[in-house]
Nanobody, 113 residues
Framework: EVQLQASGGGSVQPGGSLRLSCVAD????????MRWFRQAPGQGPEWVST????????YYADSVKGRFTISRDNAKNTLYLQMGSLKPEDTAVYYC??????RGPGTLVTVSS
């Protein structure tokens, strides 16, 4: 059974940083294209970033480009999202997903002064 569990969210001031983790179970994180999404209160899901399975290429939404970095640790079977220069508009529930639609519960990030 494919399972994903995101963690690492919390409250941070504007300009701060957080690192989100997504532990995979039932598969290896390098066997799918892996993605981060977020959903802000009252809004629909927004794609944030992708890490491809084969080449490890990364892609980012314009809203986070230059501030967020997606990566994976195959030994720990974990996907990461390093977030920096956080803005209030980054406030959302963040979750990870595979390119075949598997996703897990999200973790809340709140950016506020």
């Amino acid at each position: 059974e494919v399972q994903l569990q995101a963690s690492g969210g919390g409250s941070v001031q504007p300009g701060g940083s957080l690192r989100l983790s997504c532990v995979a179970d039932g598969f290896t994180v390098d066997s799918f294209d892996m993605r981060w999404f977020r959903q802000a209160p009252g809004q629909g899901p927004e794609w944030v970033s992708t890490l491809t399975r084969s080449t490890g290429r990364t892609y980012y939404a314009d809203s986070v480009k230059g501030r967020f970095t997606i990566s994976r640790d195959n030994a720990k079977n974990t996907l990461y999202l390093q977030m920096g220069s956080l803005k209030p508009e980054d406030t959302a529930v963040y979750y990870c997903a595979t390119d075949e639609g598997h996703r897990g519960p999200g973790t809340l990030v709140t950016v506020s002064s």
